[in-house]
């Protein structure tokens, strides 16, 4: 069975920093394509940022770009979302996901299955 | 960016209804589309992906159409675990975007 268990959710201060882990398990980590999706509270859906399965590729959402840095240890089946500078806006529940599938051939089926828990970060004086 | 509209942003239903749902993208996506469901509290579930590809273990009342900018989810006859928020999302190109979501409420 795939499961995702997010951890390193905290309250934090505006400015500050955190790291969030995502521990995977049950399905071959490196081939795949993993993901950090948020929801603000009350909010809808928040795709943040992607990072392909060798490490090479990476992407993020305007509003995190130069803050926040998503990281991979294929050794330890575990996805990272380092958060810096944080803002009152990242108030989140953030959720690790994988790509459904593997990619084939430069295709990717960007199609987020499935979900870990989610962890809530919380930045506020 | 690609911007994705859903429609309506709220519905009340009874059980047994069939609920339909629509997802207007700002340009073609082709079929890079796909549907989710969340509960209250809990993580979003994948139902639909290439617009109309039902995910393994979702039931069939639920079905994915449309191709291009307009999509619709629906759901043949709405069961009391139905009641939900769903979400649309294009898949096409980064940034990947999610529609404002629909609550399906009880009539």
């Known amino acids: 069975e795939v499961q995702l268990l997010e951890s390193g959710g905290d309250l934090v201060q505006p400015g500050g920093s955190l790291r969030l882990s995502c521990a995977a398990s049950?399905?071959?980590?490196?081939?795949?394509?993993m993901s950090w999706v948020r929801q603000a509270p009350g909010k809808g859906l928040e795709w943040v940022s992607t990072?392909?399965?060798?490490?090479?590729?990476?992407y993020y959402t305007d509003s995190v770009k130069g803050r926040f840095t998503i990281s991979r240890d294929n050794s330890k089946n575990t996805l990272y979302l380092q958060m810096n500078s944080l803002r009152a806006e990242d108030t989140a529940v953030y959720y690790c996901?994988?790509?459904?599938?593997?990619?084939?051939?430069?295709?990717?089926?960007?199609?987020?299955?499935?979900w870990g828990q989610g962890t809530l970060v919380t930045v506020s004086s | 960016d690609i911007q994705m509209t859903q429609s309506p942003s709220s519905v009340s239903a009874s059980v047994g209804d069939r609920v339909t749902i629509t997802c207007r993208a700002s340009?073609?996506?082709?079929?890079?589309l796909a549907w989710y469901q969340q509960k209250p509290g809990k993580a979003p579930k994948l139902l639909i992906y290439?617009?109309?590809s039902l995910q393994s273990g979702v039931p069939s009342r639920f079905s994915g159409s449309g191709s291009g900018t307009d999509f619709t989810l629906t759901i043949s006859s709405l069961q009391p675990e139905d009641f939900a928020t769903y979400y649309c999302?294009?898949?096409?190109?980064?940034?990947?975007?999610f529609g404002g979501g629909t609550r399906v409420e009880i009539k």
């Open positions: 999302q294009q898949a096409n190109s980064f940034p990947l975007t």
């Open positions: 049950g399905f071959t980590f490196s081939n795949y394509v």
């Open positions: 996901t994988k790509y459904l599938g593997s990619c084939s051939g430069g295709s990717c089926p960007r199609w987020f299955d499935p």
């Open positions: 340009q073609d996506i082709s079929s890079w």
């Open positions: 990072i392909s399965g060798n490490s090479g590729t990476t």
């Open positions: 290439a617009a109309s």
